[in-house]
């Protein structure tokens, strides 16, 4: 960002997975830079930037914290552990 102040544009909508494959669509807030124009997403904390599990399935995956129930989640999504930064 180049530190300008961020007004309020528009809304859209995000898928959100959660366990068991579950979507949800979450209405997020787009910020346009008075500066430079650029756009940005507002993500709350359920989300996780270029991901569509939320994330707390991410977190529980990374952890190994895993139900039986959720191994369907679990291989959709192990590959995201690799890709996480820690």
Same mark, same amino acid.
């Given at each position: ?42 993500? $709350?904390?359920?989300?996780? $930037? ?10 529980? &995956? &990374?952890?190994?914290?895993?139900? $039986? ?8 999504? &192990? ?5 996480? $930064?820690?």
């Amino acid at each position: 960002m180049c530190g300008g102040k961020l007004q309020h544009r528009d809304s859209r909508k995000r898928i959100c997975r959660m366990y068991g494959g579950k979507k949800c669509q979450i209405k997020i807030r787009r910020l346009k830079c008075t500066g430079c124009g650029t756009l940005h997403n507002e993500l $709350p904390s359920i989300l996780v $930037p270029h991901k569509h599990y939320a994330s707390e399935v991410i977190e529980n &995956v &990374v952890d190994e914290v895993v139900t $039986p129930d959720d191994e369907i989640t679990e291989d959709r999504i &192990v590959s995201l552990s690799a890709e996480l $930064p820690l």
